[in-house]
């Protein structure tokens, strides 16, 4: 779905992304884990089209995203910001609806197969009684699910995420990282930037580890999320602990070692 070839880009004269390449298969969720400053921001707007590559190129489904209308791009690929705070009071239907735009032409507003497949999507995430309440009112978490479905609206093929928990607290953000996971049954490709290994645990299937703007490592959580690995992207010390619940499955959990 995307492939991203050799990709190098920056701001100007100044290189942040250097000779990048990883892919996003249907129906896989990919985490991109690395610390602060190391290129995750602008991976994500070079992605998104909003940045033109120094080098290389970003393929979805075979075509290069800089050379597809904002329209076609938004039809196929959709963001979810980590906040979002609304200009104005509008309910929340309201706000679903926005995602509805790449389908809509000139000065059309949305119609009544608009409005039924926002409210399918609002019932899909368990949020459908949200639907007339102002967006202005609801807390963190219930706002980035609102987001969450306007995203869906826009019926994209791929979801690309830009730290989606980092304002949520410890429920909130496992209620998030569980209907973005849903959607991968569904074939959505989804592509999640974060700074916390134990969500590549949680909910990936695949990891990219950045340091300085270069790809560390691929592969699986098990082979990225290593005490090693961590070490070099955080300049940490972890421990990578296994436990085992009740029910028999065996969980993974990164922790930091503290200096001594």
């Known amino acids: 779905m995307i492939d991203v070839k050799n990709l190098s880009s920056g701001y100007g004269d100044k290189q942040v992304l250097q000779n990048v390449s990883f ?42 995203v800089h050379r597809m209308s904002e329209k076609e791009l ?66 963190g978490g219930q706002r980035q699910m609102v987001i969450i479905a306007r995203a869906l609206a826009q019926q994209p093929s791929i979801l690309l995420m830009d730290e989606p928990t980092s304002s949520l607290d410890f429920g909130n953000q496992y209620l998030v990282l569980e209907q973005v996971a849903r959607l991968t049954q569904k074939g959505m490709g989804v592509l999640m930037v974060t700074h916390d290994p134990d969500h590549a645990f949680y909910c990936a299937d695949r990891v990219v580890a950045l340091k300085s703007g270069k790809v560390l490592q691929t592969g699986t959580p098990e082979e990225v999320v290593s005490e090693c690995t961590m070490g070099q992207i955080y300049s940490k010390r972890v421990s990578v602990a296994r436990v085992t619940l009740d029910d028999g499955k065996t969980y993974s959990v990164c922790i930091p070692v503290p200096d001594r």
């Open 23 to 64: 892919q996003i298969k249907e129906g896989e969720f990919v985490c991109v884990l690395g610390a602060n400053g190391c290129g995750k921001t602008t991976l994500l707007k070079t992605l998104l089209g909003m940045i033109r590559p120094s080098a290389g190129e970003v393929l979805l489904d075979g075509e290069d």
């Open 74 to 139: 938004a039809r196929k690929m959709a963001y979810i910001p980590q906040t979002h705070v609304p200009p104005f009071p509008y309910t929340v239907l309201d706000v679903v609806l926005m995602g509805r735009t790449p389908h809509l032409n000139g000065m059309q507003i949305p119609g009544r197969a608009d409005v039924e497949l926002a409210r399918e999507i609002m019932e899909y995430l368990g949020i459908g009684w949200m639907e007339n309440l102002r967006y202005t009112q609801l807390s």
